[in-house]
C-alpha cells in the first residue's frame, strides 16, 4: 500500500532510502538544509518542502535520517508542532538518552515515536537491505510494515524508547573495533614484509574475518579509495555515545575506551568529513608504512 511520506535528512544514508520509497510508489516530500540534494530529490520524483514543519505539516508518517542527536532533537521540536503528522521515525543514530527525549516531546502531542536506527551502510540503503532496529509502539511498527519492507529487514527490539538505539550502539561499537583492528593488525602484517591483499584473504578464509576484512578493506582501504560512505565524524559520535550508555549502566568498558581513543585520534589526524576508513591513516604513520595501492586509469596513464 502506498501512503504520503516525509522525509528529513538526505545524506550519504537518506537519499537512497528516500529513493527507495519514491521507486516503491510513495509520494514523499522531502527536506534538507541543503538545496542541492532537495533539488536532486525532485528530479526524482520527490516533493520539496521548505521546512521540517512544512513536511509535518503535509504528512502523516515522518521519517528523519540526521547526523547528531542534537539536530535529531531539534527536527523532534519542530516535527511536534506539525498539524497533520501522527508518528516520527528516526532512522539516524542518537542514543537511548536523545530518543527518550524525543518520545516524550511527541508523546506531548499525540504524536507516535519509532527509534529506527539502521546498520548496512550506503550500499544496504542503495540496495534496500539494511538491517533496521525499531523500538517503540508494535502496533506503529506493524503499520509501517510496508514502508519498512522498501528499506530492508526490519526487526522489533522493544516497546521501551530507546532500546533499539542501545541496540544500534552495540552493533557500532562491534564495527568500530573490528574496523580498527583489522586495520592495526594489516599495519603490522605489512611492516613484517607480508602482502595486504593476502592478508586479506586470509583473514577471509579463516578465524579473523570480520565485515572490515570481508567488505571495508578491499572496497575502500586496499585500492585507497577511502569511500565507504561513513564520516570519521559520526562513527566516533556513535562510539562515545556507546561509552556515555555503558558508564551510565556501570558494565565495563575496557575495550571501548581504547576503541574511542583510536577514533578521536583518527577524528583530529584525518578530519571529521574523512571516511571512516581512514581509521588506517595515523597506524600507517607511525609505522612508517603504506597498505594498499591506489588504482591508476590505464586509459590516461
Ligand atoms: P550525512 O551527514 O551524510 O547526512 C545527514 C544529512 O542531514 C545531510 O544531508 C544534512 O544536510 C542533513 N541535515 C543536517 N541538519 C539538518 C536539519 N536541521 N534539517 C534537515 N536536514 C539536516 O550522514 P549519513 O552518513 O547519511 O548518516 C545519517 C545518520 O545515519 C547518522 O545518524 C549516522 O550515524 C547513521 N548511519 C550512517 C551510516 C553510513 O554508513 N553512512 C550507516 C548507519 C547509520
Redesign the pocket.
Same mark, same amino acid.
Given at each position: 500500500m502506498s501512503s504520503d511520506i516525509g522525509f528529513?535528512? %538526505?545524506?550519504?544514508?537518506?537519499f537512497p532510502m528516500m529513493r527507495r520509497l519514491v521507486s516503491a510508489g510513495h509520494r514523499v516530500v522531502v527536506?534538507?538544509?541543503?538545496d542541492d540534494?532537495v533539488g536532486d530529490a525532485t528530479n526524482l520524483g520527490a516533493l520539496a518542502a521548505t521546512s521540517?514543519g512544512e513536511v509535518a505539516h503535509r504528512t502523516e508518517t515522518v521519517m528523519a &535520517?540526521? /547526523?547528531?542527536p542534537q539536530?535529531s532533537n =531539534?527536527?523532534a521540536l519542530d516535527v511536534a508542532a506539525g498539524t497533520r503528522v501522527r508518528r516520527f521515525v528516526d532512522? &539516524?543514530?542518537?542514543g537511548g538518552e536523545a530518543a527518550q527525549r524525543n518520545h516524550d516531546v511527541l508523546a506531548a502531542r499525540g504524536i507516535a515515536a519509532l527509534d529506527s /536506527?539502521? &546498520?548496512?551502510?550506503?550500499r544496504g540503503a542503495e540496495a534496500g537491505t539494511l538491517a533496521l532496529m525499531v523500538s517503540g509502539a508494535r502496533s506503529e511498527f506493524e503499520f509501517l510494515t510496508d514502508v519498512f519492507g522498501a528499506l530492508g529487514n526490519a526487526i522489533f527490539v522493544s516497546e521501551k524508547p530507546g532500546a533499539a538505539q542501545t541496540m544500534k550502539l552495540i552493533n557500532n561499537l562491534m564495527a568500530a573495533a573490528t574496523l580498527a583492528a583489522t586495520a592495526e593488525v594489516v599495519v603490522m602484517g605489512v611492516k613484517a614484509g607480508l602482502d595486504p591483499e593476502v592478508i586479506i584473504d586470509v583473514l577471509n578464509a579463516g578465524s579473523g574475518a570480520t565485515h572490515a576484512s570481508r567488505d571495508k578493506f578491499p572496497r575502500a582501504v586496499l585500492p585507497r579509495t577511502f569511500d565507504?560512505?561513513? =564520516?570519521t565524524g %559520526?562513527m566516533a559520535?556513535?562510539v562515545r555515545l556507546y561509552l556515555d550508555e555503558a558508564e551510565t549502566l556501570s558494565t565495563p568498558i575496557e575495550v571501548a575506551e581504547v576503541v574511542a581513543r583510536i577514533w578521536e585520534t583518527t577524528q583530529t589526524e584525518a578530519g571529521p568529513a574523512s571516511d571512516f576508513t581512514s581509521v588506517v591513516l595515523p597506524m600507517e604513520k607511525a609505522a612508517g608504512v603504506t597498505v594498499g595501492t591506489e588504482k591508476t586509469d590505464c586509459a590516461t596513464s
Open positions: 528529513i535528512g %538526505l545524506g550519504n544514508m537518506g527536506f534538507d538544509t541543503r540534494v521540517v &535520517s540526521l /547526523p547528531t539536530v =531539534a527536527v532512522l &539516524s543514530t542518537i /536506527p539502521v &546498520s548496512g551502510g550506503v565507504f560512505g561513513f =564520516a %559520526l559520535k556513535d
